[in-house]
Nanobody
């Protein structure tokens, strides 16, 4: 199976925006995670094929997860970025049935290699 590849990362000033892409990724359950040095990988946003989405508390109202099913691409639109958002961002997917989207990293088996996002003050 082809490993998904993230793109769209980079450096931005606080208050700026970035849009991450990941593909090919086509699973019923998909999500975005991030990891900064010395910290655990944390769930940022996730969606299920029925359309339901969930977000981590620190990004609610600022980040939006979406998908293009035909192109097999997962997106993460990030607005109002702050230095605490600096991390490596990973996309993930899984096919195992579950009640809904999940931010638990152990619930995902397919992972991208990550893309760096750096936000300066």
């Amino acid at each position: 199976q082809v490993q998904p590849v993230e793109s769209g990362g980079g450096s931005v000033q606080a208050g700026g925006s970035l849009k991450l892409s990941c593909g090919p990724l086509d699973y019923p359950y998909m999500g975005w995670f991030r990891q900064s040095p010395g910290k655990e990988r944390e769930g940022v946003a996730a969606l299920a094929s029925a359309g339901r989405t969930i977000y981590g508390e620190s990004v609610k109202g600022r980040f939006t997860i979406s998908r293009d099913h035909a192109k097999k691409i997962l997106y993460l639109e990030m607005d109002s970025l702050n230095p605490e958002d600096t991390a490596i961002y990973y996309c993930a997917g899984d096919f195992r049935p579950r009640p809904g989207p999940t931010l638990n990293r152990d619930d995902y088996r397919a992972w991208g290699q990550g893309t760096q996002v750096t936000v300066s003050a």
